[in-house]
């Protein structure tokens, strides 16, 4: 039994037999007997998916990777398997030039004869746009088609279909390319049983452990990185001697007189990356240490770089067991960390790329979600000189609201929770955000912000544009906070502003019962009176609060009484010269008494807002 790669996804624009470029194909697996006819392996995909030959027909064509000098990327020969004698041809090719047996599966509606003339199919089409059919330059969707001209010296793929004696479907025009069979997998449940990725491969095939002279690379990364898995499989470690934008090479570490050594580089009229002189190691092996230069943090992102983009929780000791785990190589806790940060910027691209994309993508948003709001705000760079620059500016803050979550706060509770959380990446900043409640307690994000820190002129900012973005004309909304000086500043400031546009004067301010408990634990440090009080700040009987209010003063009182007393013992053992600093020491009445009951206690929220 051999693997058979099954490809299914948009189909691209092609003509059968010509060079052209795939990209974004998903991959099924399928273990079937190589050596069967076309009319086992397409009666087995017929049974895969389930497709009813009565209203379908399946057309299946092989798929051929080819090397095209200075190709951008995975270069394949597609063209149709009409007989089982162009089967055992491709067959025979897959075997001699050794490179995966694929097929790749195209479903068509049968044509039904009405009143003696051909006519449309009552079954439903498998893409039924019209828009999705593309002219034969073209390509759908997620997949890239690109016609390659065949170097020198390559036949191409249509030669197959010659010496089988044609595809067997001459009839069928460019007008009538069958579709993807996209649907049929997503119906038999196999559209998420991808085991392969097609889409960052070389198209030199360089996954071997061998070195050879004309090998070809992408750029000068992947040359280094071939060179590590080789240094890995070969169990002897090589340093790099020369590294320029244009050439590499790198010689043996362990014997200064070991002619290994390896020269790629970049030639004026090449895109790539070539090998052009090598030469074999004469050391014996395994001179490949533990935390080698080999296994870097750059080497550590690629080898990790799908596991990182599937969880990006990872942590660098997952990462350093990975690592020990497919190469037998032990690394640092660091390298492991700096090799995680890489995979992230290989990923998901650096701070300052997403920093500078971040407008573009919220305007973006905007657009194709209708009510999305966005607010940004920038100043110009000052140049050493101290004049400005208009050209380039730099980011300060940059707000938005999802239009579904500004359509959803219409129907929760009229809440809204606001609290900052600084940020723990490379240009540092702080997120603000705003938070609803449904009427099932379920939480609904309505706003956020990044902003330069938390402070009276970024609050006012982000509470103004939740005033004039989100909440509207709607009346009596209550904003719950910490008692954060700039969010105090700014509900102040919007609540007696005279500006109609941004005038807040309804508004109703609470405050967070956890924060309030957090600094009643910095005050006495006792866990159980910051539950007692929790319990008090959402009590609504009025004898049951004065109880737990008496509780909490009391013991509070006996905290202070008993701290005095130490203190005196202290002063009556000191000696001359010797002093005890001591510290304020208030009861819960005292404590709460500068803090208004209105904007805590559920008792005394006597307007409902909270």
Same mark, same amino acid.
Request: hydrophobic share 35%; proline share 4%; with cysteine.
């Given at each position: 039994?051999?693997?058979?790669?099954?490809?299914?996804?948009?189909?691209?624009?092609?003509?059968?037999?010509?060079?052209?470029?795939?990209?974004?194909?998903h991959v099924l697996e399928s273990s079937i007997d190589p050596y069967s006819d076309l009319d086992q392996l397409k009666s087995h995909i017929v049974d895969l998916l389930g497709v009813n030959l009565n209203s379908y027909q399946v057309h299946l064509e092989g798929v051929r990777p080819r090397v095209v000098p200075n190709a951008p990327m995975v270069v394949y020969t597609l063209f149709e398997l009409g007989r089982n004698n162009a089967w055992a041809l491709y067959v025979r090719k897959a075997g001699e030039e050794g490179f995966d047996l694929g097929v790749y599966v195209n479903i068509v509606s049968r044509p039904r004869s009405l009143d003696g003339g051909e006519g449309t199919s009552s079954h439903p089409r498998v893409q039924d746009d019209p828009g999705s059919m593309v002219e034969d330059d073209a390509a759908p969707g997620g997949v890239e088609a690109?016609?390659? &001209?065949?170097?020198? +010296?390559?036949? =191409?793929?249509?030669?197959? !279909? #010659?010496? &089988?004696?044609?595809? +067997?479907?001459? =009839?069928?025009?460019?007008? !009538? #390319?069958?579709?993807?069979?996209?649907?049929?997998?997503?119906?038999?449940?196999?559209? #998420?049983?991808?085991?392969?990725?097609?889409?960052?491969?070389?198209?030199?095939?360089? #996954?071997?452990?061998?070195i050879q002279i004309g090998q070809r690379f992408h750029d000068k990364a992947e040359v280094i990185h071939f060179l590590g898995n080789y240094?890995?499989?070969?169990?002897?470690?090589?340093?790099?001697?020369?590294?320029?934008?244009?050439?590499?090479?790198v010689r043996c570490t362990k014997r200064p007189d070991c002619p290994f050594f390896v020269r790629a580089h970049k030639s004026k009229h090449e895109e790539s990356f070539i090998i052009s002189r090598h030469s074999t190691h004469s050391c014996t092996t395994d001179s490949l240490r533990n935390m080698s230069r080999i296994v870097d943090a750059r080497y550590v992102a690629q080898l990790v770089v799908t596991l990182v983009g599937s969880d990006i929780s990872l942590t660098p000791k997952s990462i350093m067991e990975e690592v020990n785990t497919r190469t037998g190589m032990e690394i640092s806790y660091m390298t492991a960390w700096r090799g995680k940060q890489k995979a992230m910027k290989m990923l998901f691209g650096g701070f300052k790329e997403s920093f500078n994309h971040a407008p573009r993508l919220l305007q973006k948003i905007s657009i194709t979600n209708p009510g999305t709001?966005?607010?940004?705000?920038?100043?110009?760079?000052?140049?050493?000189?101290?004049?400005?620059?208009?050209?380039?500016?730099?980011?300060?803050?940059?707000f938005w609201s999802f239009g579904q979550c500004i359509e959803g706060f219409r129907y929760c509770r009229p809440?809204?929770?606001?609290?900052?959380?600084?940020?723990?990446?490379?240009?540092?900043?702080?997120?603000?955000?705003?938070?609803?409640?449904?009427?099932?307690?379920?939480?609904?994000?309505?706003a956020f912000a990044y902003v330069e820190s938390e402070n009276n002129d970024s609050w006012l900012w982000f509470l103004t544009l939740i005033k004039t973005r989100v909440v509207g004309h709607r009346q009596r909304v209550?904003?719950?906070?910490?008692?954060?000086?700039?969010?105090?500043?700014?509900?102040?400031?919007?609540?007696?502003?005279?500006?109609?546009?941004?005038?807040?004067?309804?508004?109703?301010?609470?405050?967070?019962?956890?924060?309030?408990?957090?600094?009643?634990?910095?005050?006495?440090?006792?866990k159980r009176l910051v539950k007692k009080f929790k319990g008090l700040c959402v009590q609504n009987q009025q004898s049951k609060f004065n109880q737990i209010w008496q509780e909490l003063n009391e013991k509070t009182r006996k905290m202070v009484q008993a701290e005095q007393a130490k203190e005196d013992a202290l002063r009556s053992q000191m000696v001359e010269g010797q002093t005890v600093r001591s510290r304020?020491?208030?009861?819960?009445?005292?404590?709460?008494?500068?803090?208004?009951?209105?904007?805590?206690?559920?008792?005394?929220?006597?307007?409902?807002a909270r």
């Amino acid at each position: 039994m051999a693997c058979i790669h099954i490809y299914y996804g948009d189909r691209p624009a092609v003509l059968h037999g010509r060079l052209v470029t795939i990209q974004n194909c998903h991959v099924l697996e399928s273990s079937i007997d190589p050596y069967s006819d076309l009319d086992q392996l397409k009666s087995h995909i017929v049974d895969l998916l389930g497709v009813n030959l009565n209203s379908y027909q399946v057309h299946l064509e092989g798929v051929r990777p080819r090397v095209v000098p200075n190709a951008p990327m995975v270069v394949y020969t597609l063209f149709e398997l009409g007989r089982n004698n162009a089967w055992a041809l491709y067959v025979r090719k897959a075997g001699e030039e050794g490179f995966d047996l694929g097929v790749y599966v195209n479903i068509v509606s049968r044509p039904r004869s009405l009143d003696g003339g051909e006519g449309t199919s009552s079954h439903p089409r498998v893409q039924d746009d019209p828009g999705s059919m593309v002219e034969d330059d073209a390509a759908p969707g997620g997949v890239e088609a690109e016609e390659v &001209a065949p170097p020198e +010296g390559e036949v =191409d793929g249509g030669c197959m !279909d #010659d010496e &089988a004696g044609g595809s +067997g479907d001459e =009839d069928m025009s460019d007008e !009538d #390319d069958p579709q993807p069979a996209i649907q049929f997998f997503r119906a038999a449940g196999l559209l #998420d049983c991808s085991v392969g990725d097609y889409r960052g491969l070389s198209g030199w095939g360089y #996954d071997n452990a061998d070195i050879q002279i004309g090998q070809r690379f992408h750029d000068k990364a992947e040359v280094i990185h071939f060179l590590g898995n080789y240094a890995i499989t070969s169990r002897r470690e090589h340093h790099c001697t020369r590294s320029e934008p244009k050439a590499y090479e790198v010689r043996c570490t362990k014997r200064p007189d070991c002619p290994f050594f390896v020269r790629a580089h970049k030639s004026k009229h090449e895109e790539s990356f070539i090998i052009s002189r090598h030469s074999t190691h004469s050391c014996t092996t395994d001179s490949l240490r533990n935390m080698s230069r080999i296994v870097d943090a750059r080497y550590v992102a690629q080898l990790v770089v799908t596991l990182v983009g599937s969880d990006i929780s990872l942590t660098p000791k997952s990462i350093m067991e990975e690592v020990n785990t497919r190469t037998g190589m032990e690394i640092s806790y660091m390298t492991a960390w700096r090799g995680k940060q890489k995979a992230m910027k290989m990923l998901f691209g650096g701070f300052k790329e997403s920093f500078n994309h971040a407008p573009r993508l919220l305007q973006k948003i905007s657009i194709t979600n209708p009510g999305t709001q966005f607010a940004m705000a920038d100043e110009p760079i000052r140049l050493d000189d101290g004049s400005f620059t208009m050209e380039n500016r730099y980011l300060i803050r940059l707000f938005w609201s999802f239009g579904q979550c500004i359509e959803g706060f219409r129907y929760c509770r009229p809440v809204l929770c606001v609290d900052g959380t600084f940020l723990s990446g490379k240009y540092h900043g702080t997120l603000l955000t705003a938070l609803s409640a449904d009427a099932t307690n379920k939480i609904l994000p309505i706003a956020f912000a990044y902003v330069e820190s938390e402070n009276n002129d970024s609050w006012l900012w982000f509470l103004t544009l939740i005033k004039t973005r989100v909440v509207g004309h709607r009346q009596r909304v209550c904003v719950i906070s910490d008692r954060h000086a700039g969010i105090l500043h700014a509900l102040d400031t919007l609540h007696d502003s005279e500006d109609p546009a941004t005038a807040w004067p309804d508004v109703e301010r609470r405050w967070c019962m956890r924060h309030l408990g957090a600094n009643l634990y910095t005050q006495f440090r006792d866990k159980r009176l910051v539950k007692k009080f929790k319990g008090l700040c959402v009590q609504n009987q009025q004898s049951k609060f004065n109880q737990i209010w008496q509780e909490l003063n009391e013991k509070t009182r006996k905290m202070v009484q008993a701290e005095q007393a130490k203190e005196d013992a202290l002063r009556s053992q000191m000696v001359e010269g010797q002093t005890v600093r001591s510290r304020s020491r208030v009861t819960f009445a005292q404590w709460i008494a500068q803090k208004p009951a209105t904007r805590w206690s559920l008792l005394h929220d006597t307007d409902g807002a909270r």
